[in-house]
């Protein structure tokens, strides 16, 4: 056992890999301030548990059915956006 190697999702290395760059995503239902700012002009990744943070966020929301996922480029999250709408059931409805 001392001598396993420990695998890392092919996803969580996609979050690591990018510590120090900009990453974008998609929108979610939140129309706060630092929320349209992550959307609008992305969000750089500052350490490893950064990293591990958004790879976790984005697993929890996606387990819940909601299409949130981070990109290198605005134009992918825009694309996403547009392939997987967000559901009916996290729509706020007055």
């Not at 900009?22 to 990744?45: H, M, Q």
């Not at 387990?63 to 956006?81: C, N, Q, R, S, V």
Request: aromatic share 14%; net charge negative.
């Amino acid at each position: 056992m001392a001598n396993q190697i420990k695998e890392i999702p092919l996803r969580k290395q996609w979050f690591l890999d990018r510590i120090g760059k900009t990453v974008y995503r998609s929108k979610t239902t939140c129309d706060c301030d630092s929320c349209n700012t992550v959307v609008d002009v992305g969000l750089i990744i500052v350490d490893n548990f950064h990293a591990t943070y958004l790879y976790d966020v984005e697993g929890s929301y996606q387990f819940d059915g909601f299409p949130l996922k981070y990109f290198d480029t605005k134009e992918e999250a825009i694309a996403f956006e547009k392939e997987n709408p967000i559901p009916e059931k996290f729509l706020k409805h007055e």
